[in-house]
């Protein structure tokens, strides 16, 4: 049975939360329960819980700071925060980076039963398996991921799938396994293999809440694990899918490792041993842009990205997604995203201002 800790300075709602539903039926113990965010930081340190449950605003600690603080210490906790309607982007910004899920105040009996479902399954698969993180280096990667090789064993190739908020992995997946991985900043992050390659893999569409990224396929799946996390998260935060073409995939995951490099048509032809008229047909012919229109349109999406989880200027944002000229990002972003830069971020932070 997973261990529970449920925090929140409302005592009322504190109890109503550990009777909403049966914990111990499904599957949980409720080891704590904390009005006070500086006492069960104390006790997370002393029992590391395997899911604690906590308000966004609190006197002193803030749930985001208790989380922040908790992996900081190296707790392998997984934390659902709750919010009330106007953190709610607070909330989202916050489950992007790390933490497990989010529940909407008023919640139900049905909201809660859902996730400690999932959790109960995450947990299941999550045994010896380290988290990864996808900017890792490739030996840090394959070190984490030891446990994956036996998992995997016969398995001639596979597809990395990342999701922004906790799912389950829709169906569609057919003659083949899945393995649910941690990857920092995902909600969700699968592998799936199969004994054979395949001539289509499942493509998961966002929606308004889930977005969905995934890798190419893959033969070697244990060499090839940290460049297919990159290429998955790639995918999931600039908004595209990878080109059936095997070389215009290649092309297109350069062009978002180098999103900050100065790109032009006639080297990236060079690098590629192309001619550049034919690179650029090639790569209009696989992906159906072109591919200034793909470089700009990487470039604005993945900066959104960052404009939501990071607390640097806009400037800097700009120049990390290969834009020294501000007013010509801010021109893209308002095309592609259809609002400003300073809009966008004051409508992602919600109202703790992160």
């Known amino acids: 049975m997973y261990t529970v800790v449920i925090i929140d300075d409302e005592p009322w709602a504190l109890q109503g939360l550990a009777e909403i539903i049966d914990w111990e039926a499904a599957g949980f113990s409720i080891e704590g329960k904390f009005t006070n965010s500086e006492e069960a930081f104390a006790f997370l340190c002393e029992k590391e819980p395997d899911v604690v449950f906590t308000d966004v605003r609190m006197p002193g600690f803030s749930g985001l700071d208790l989380i922040e603080m908790s992996y900081r210490k190296g ?122 390659p395949q001539e289509a893999w499942p493509a998961f569409s966002s929606d308004g ?66 001619s550049e008229a034919y690179f650029c047909v090639l790569f209009k012919k696989g992906t159906g842009m072109s591919v200034i229109h793909f470089i700009q349109y990487v470039r604005v999406h993945y900066g959104a990205y960052l404009i939501r989880n990071e607390r640097k200027k806009l400037q800097e944002v700009s120049e990390q997604v290969g834009f020294e000229n501000y007013s010509y990002f801010g021109k893209l972003f308002k095309k592609y995203i259809g609002q400003t830069p300073e809009n966008y971020r004051g409508e992602s932070q919600g109202n703790l201002g992160i």
């Not at 990864?132 to 070190?143: G, K, Q, T, V, Y």
């Not at 290429?231 to 297109?252: D, H, M, P, R, T």
Request: charged share 25%; hydrophobic share 40%.
């Open 75 to 196: 707790l392998k906790c997984e934390f659902v925060l709750i919010s009330s309607y106007e953190d709610f982007e607070a909330a989202q910004r916050a489950i992007r980076l790390q933490v497990w899920e989010y529940v909407l105040k008023p919640y139900n009996a049905y909201d809660i039963q859902n996730i400690a479902r999932v959790l109960l399954r995450h947990l299941a698969d999550k045994p010896g398996l380290s988290r990864l993180d996808w900017n890792a280096s490739p030996e840090e990667i394959l070190r984490g991921s030891e446990t994956l090789r036996k998992r995997i064993e016969g398995y001639q190739s596979g597809v990395l799938y990342l999701c922004s908020h906790p799912s389950e992995l829709p169906g569609g997946v057919a003659d083949g396994k899945c393995v649910p991985l941690l990857v920092n900043g995902m909600g969700s992050a699968f592998l799936v293999v199969s004994s054979e």
């Open 209 to 274: 809440r889930k977005q969905w990224g995934a890798s190419r396929e893959h033969r070697n799946i244990m060499a090839s694990l940290p460049k297919m996390l990159q290429e998955a998260w790639y995918s999931l935060w600039c908004e595209f899918s990878y080109s059936s073409k095997e070389n215009v995939g290649e092309i297109q995951f350069y062009l978002c490792k180098n999103m900050k490099e100065e790109l032009s048509l006639g080297k990236l032809a060079e690098r590629f041993h192309f």
